[in-house]
C-alpha cells in the first residue's frame, strides 16, 4: 500500500481527519458517502475486526514501525490501495490539535444503520439511550455494555452519535462491536414496543417508587431493556411511565446519583452481566 509523507497540515487530502463537521462526517443526506474517523490502533483493530472498510490511514512518523502490522491489516481489509499519510509528529499535533499520542487515525466507510428491530433480534439484554447529549458518555456507556453483557443498544434521536471520533476513543471501539441502532420515533413509544417484544424495560430513575437496583428479580427477566436519560434532567416523566419498573441505585453521603455512563456501569453489572469467559 502507498506510503505517502505529509508535511503540511492543511493537504486537502487530510480534511477527513480535521475539518469535517459530525454532520458532514455522517452525510445524513447520502448515508452511503458518510465516513467514520477512529483513533488508537485498539479502536482501529475492533472496527477493522468488526468488518468495516477502510479509506485511509493517518500515521505519525514516530509510531510508523510499530504500527506496521496494523497497517498491513488495514490494507488486507480495503477494497483498494490504501492511502497510508505519514506525517511528522508536530504537524499532526498541528493538524488534530492535541498530541497524538496514539500515533494513528484511520477514516473508515460508515456501514448503514441498522433497523431497531435488526438490533435487538435475539437480544436477551438491551439498552435504551435517551438524550445523552455528551459523546464521551455515550462512548463510555458502550464500552461498559460490550463488557458487561448488553446485547443491543437503542439510542434516542436527541442522542451524540456513538461513532463520533471521541466517542469512538471512549469506547476503545467497542462502539463497533455492540449492536445499535437510532430511534425514528419518541422513546416512549419505543419503550411500548420493547414491552411488545417481551422485554421487561426498567428506567433508571430516581422516582419515589423506584425500586433499589438488586431487588425486584429483574436480573431473571428472559429479556430485560435498561433505560438511561439525559445527563442533566434525567428521563422525562412520560418515558419513565412507559417502562414496568424504576429502578435506583441506592446511594451513600446524601448524594443522590451517579453520572450516567457510572450508573450504566452499575445497572449492567447488575442486570446484564453473563458468566466470565476466558482471555
Not at 49 to 75: F, H, N, Q
Not at 101 to 127: D, I, N, S, T
Not at 173 to 197: D, I, N, S
Amino acid at each position: 500500500m502507498p506510503l505517502i509523507n505529509v508535511t503540511d497540515p492543511s493537504d486537502p487530502r487530510l480534511a477527513p481527519y480535521c475539518r469535517l463537521t459530525d454532520a458532514q462526517l455522517r452525510s445524513r443526506l447520502d448515508p452511503s458517502q458518510g465516513i467514520v474517523v477512529c483513533e488508537s490502533e485498539i479502536a482501529v483493530r475492533q472496527a477493522l475486526e468488526s468488518g468495516m472498510e477502510p479509506l485511509s490511514l493517518l500515521v505519525t512518523e514516530r509510531r510508523l514501525g510499530a504500527l506496521a502490522g496494523l497497517i498491513a491489516k488495514a490494507g488486507e481489509a480495503a477494497s483498494g490501495p490504501l492511502p497510508t499519510y505519514v506525517l511528522p509528529d508536530a504537524a499532526a499535533e498541528r493538524l488534530t490539535g492535541y498530541r497524538l499520542h496514539r500515533g494513528v487515525l484511520c477514516v473508515l466507510r460508515r456501514p448503514p444503520e441498522l433497523a431497531p428491530e435488526r438490533a435487538v433480534e435475539g437480544a436477551q439484554r438491551a439498552c435504551v439511550l435517551d438524550a445523552l447529549v455528551d459523546v464521551s458518555n455515550v462512548g463510555a456507556v458502550f464500552r461498559s455494555a460490550a463488557a458487561l453483557g448488553v446485547d443491543a443498544v437503542l439510542v434516542g434521536d436527541g442522542c451524540a452519535d456513538p461513532w463520533n471520533r471521541r466517542s469512538v476513543r471512549v469506547s476503545m471501539g467497542t462502539a463497533f462491536r455492540v449492536p445499535w441502532a437510532r430511534l425514528a420515533c419518541p422513546v416512549a413509544e419505543a419503550v411500548a414496543w420493547l414491552r411488545g417484544q417481551g422485554f421487561v424495560t426498567a428506567a433508571l430513575a430516581l422516582t419515589p417508587d423506584a425500586i433499589p437496583l438488586g431487588t425486584g428479580g429483574l436480573e431473571a427477566a428472559p429479556r430485560l431493556a435498561v433505560v438511561l436519560g439525559n445527563e442533566s434532567f434525567g428521563l422525562p416523566a412520560e418515558v419513565v411511565s412507559a417502562c414496568d419498573v424504576a429502578v435506583r441505585i441506592p446511594m451513600c453521603r446524601d448524594v443522590d446519583s451517579l453520572n450516567v455512563a457510572a450508573a450504566a456501569s452499575v445497572a449492567f453489572w447488575e442486570l446484564c452481566r453473563r458468566p466470565q469467559t476466558s482471555a
